[in-house]
């Protein structure tokens, strides 16, 4: 083994930083062991060095985090800051001095991964973010390595535990949104700005990364349909349930029928109570990989936390390690396919469709006829009447999204439908 | 890209071999630009050369495989012969003559494992095998590298895709165990002689490479405790039922409480129906994986079959050819931790055991005395009575395989125990 330090540098050192400081510390043989040279804690960029942080020796606690990238001596750069700015431009400050990077940064891999993995080419040094994407489960790797030989045509999955722990309570509990986010608030499941969780950001996010590895295609984030989950009512579980299926915040990267396009989306969906996503619960992540040779895999863990998430940011950092003392680096950006990246009109699904209706003769006909018009084959239907109103609540065969929205816009114009209550899509049928 | 290709030579062509010959020659042009390089199929081994085999040039096949890996110009060797003799010997020989190798064979892997890393070491050469251990589901890749920097405590799965069909079917319809073995045969799922799978010899050998790997010990076939399925009855199922459970023939490897020992089982046991193992259906297999930090993971999907398992293969494929274009290698075996691998009697499990007893005053006592005597807690009990005959059912708290052995043999020699009718250990809870 060699005796000589592999160095690295640790920016930023909250939840998830003081976690990985605190492994490098207490696995150190274990780490040297798997490494094959030990690996020592060379500075630690923090915005507050006041705050005492233990097990963490102050002299290498700095606010300086672009001295630190800029050393020279540092062989990885470790970053969880989180955000685009200062991360990026630190990042790439790494690689130009000659240090290979592990992040936990979705939000900037989604937005500026290609940059960031021709820079770390550019260089010669390795881009490895595991932990960017559910936590603790391996699906990175599993995705870029693993299924290299396979034709992926399918992600989709729960990546983000906030949205699954405040959709579990409501499912479970019969609460709505706001009670049952209040609670996850309480539990420390939810930000006290909740927004990217429940807008879908932060799983948009990881929908463009993983569709990204997957189709080997560059996916922005622009290029992710996102539908937040603020709107999903007790009513859509109620209704769920008659169906036989659960709502779950689903991100769905697919491969066209025709293996020329991919989409990239975030969205709440009816999922069948059989499906193995619908069993995922509280804050749990899981996704489902499909594809032609290995069939259907799931994986399934903590999709967030300290912990979980700095034992990827380290099984990274012991791979790119290795590297360092081989000289080689890892796969790259894989973006070769070059895939056209649809636009959300383009997506195929099923629809669930909750209609408010004058409740008298002619309607569920005017109403059918809308839906023939635009191509969108109706499944079923159920109506129900109450004193001279009445629900319609009708399931479609697999239509696209454009053909859905036009009958919708078309459906609102009828004199006879009062509202449109709610459109559920229904996957993993 | 380079445009000279890297030459791969295939050891069999039977259901893998075909498959990955197959997807070799659609997805060329794919696993060129992952790779960096074109790979070409050099030769292919076979036993019967006859055969007509779809899609395989007639002048790359051969019967002397020897020659083959000894050409000195193959890149790979791709080994999917399976069994102990020649692919031990082949796998030598291709690494003396420098190629590398993906092999599928978890027979020689458990048995021998540790001599052919040292063989792959020795001439700097890649040694994979990500298709011996529940064929498509990444697992050797994510313990060996994803949870490099964690701590693995336990391995529990479901590995043998056969058993599951079987004691699946025997759970939904109420079957015994040979309807349902006939089942499995009628259906290609059990071969003619289904010796390894229900008595656990393929579950055994792939404990023994998991453990090997979670624990960087090393872990010999011998090392693990086996014991088939044939004996469960549709009695042991009812009795699950009762108590909230199925059963399923797991693999459990585990790291003792002080952390300083390792076991490593394979035999049936019960799991409660909320495990998210005890819905793992037909011949799907699934591993759950638990470590200090990252918790509980689990990896679901298809455990055996040609197309998975070659999905599984060319994963190896692209990463060893990558390495030998880099001139690095992966990852090699990893056993430096070299815990004690203690034997069965030192696991410490749950237990639920059926006895046929006397229907008569203080048979209770006396059993519970029995059970106290050696140190074996009781949970519950449930007693049956008729016509002079009485069955109980004891629950015990966690205790050694050892005490409660120590128990089972006392309880015989009562004489008003007429028989034992099961014993079946509880786990995952």
Do not use: W
């Amino acid at each position: 083994m060699r005796t000589r330090p592999l160095k690295v540098a640790l920016l930023g050192c909250g939840v998830v930083g003081s976690e990985v400081a605190r492994i490098m510390t207490t696995h150190a043989d274990d780490l040297a062991a798997r490494i094959g040279a030990p690996v020592e804690l060379a500075g630690v960029a923090v915005r507050r060095p006041s705050k005492v942080r233990e097990g963490i020796d102050p002299s290498l606690v700095t606010t300086d985090a672009t001295a630190l990238v800029k050393r020279g001596d540092i062989d990885v750069v470790v970053e969880v800051i989180g955000g685009i700015e200062p991360a990026r431009t630190l990042i790439t400050t790494a690689f130009e001095h000659g240090a290979s990077v592990v992040s936990a940064n979705k939000a900037l891999l989604a937005q500026d991964g290609a940059a960031l993995h021709a820079a770390a080419g550019e260089h010669g040094r390795d881009l490895y973010y595991e932990a960017a994407v559910a936590g603790a489960i391996p699906l990175i790797r599993p995705l870029r390595e693993s299924l290299a030989g396979d034709k992926v045509n399918r992600v989709l999955g729960i990546v983000n535990g906030t949205t699954n722990f405040i959709l579990d309570k409501m499912d479970s509990t019969g609460a709505g949104y706001q009670e049952a986010l209040d609670e996850a608030t309480a539990l420390g499941y939810a930000e006290a700005d909740p927004t990217a969780d429940v807008e879908g950001f932060d799983a948009a996010a990881k929908a463009a990364i993983l569709a990204g590895i997957a189709f080997h295609t560059r996916v922005r984030l622009d290029d992710v349909y996102r539908e937040g989950m603020t709107e999903v009512t007790a009513a859509d579980f109620r209704s769920a349930k008659e169906m036989g299926c659960t709502i779950k915040l689903l991100a769905i990267c697919e491969r066209s029928a025709d293996g020329t396009s991919v989409t990239a989306r975030v969205h709440p969906a009816m999922i069948p109570l059989t499906h193995p996503l619908a069993s995922v619960r509280g804050a749990y992540n899981a996704v489902f990989v499909e594809s032609d040779a290995a069939g259907q895999l799931m994986f399934y863990g903590p999709g967030a936390g300290g912990s979980p998430t700095a034992s990827a940011v380290l099984g990274d950092l012991v791979a790119v390690c290795r590297n360092r003392l081989s000289g080689a680096t890892g796969p790259g950006e894989s973006a070769y396919a070059d895939l056209t990246v649809s636009p959300m009109g383009q997506v195929v699904t099923r629809y669930h469709i909750s209609l408010d209706v004058a409740d008298k003769p002619g309607v569920l006909a005017q109403v059918a006829t809308v839906f023939a018009e635009h191509g969108v084959s109706i499944d079923t239907v159920r109506q129900q009447g109450k004193d001279g109103e009445a629900s319609l609540v009708v399931v479609t065969h697999r239509a696209s999204d454009a053909s859905l929205s036009g009958t919708v816009e078309a459906l609102r114009k009828l004199d006879t439908v009062r509202g449109v209550a709610s459109i559920m899509r229904v996957e993993g049928e």
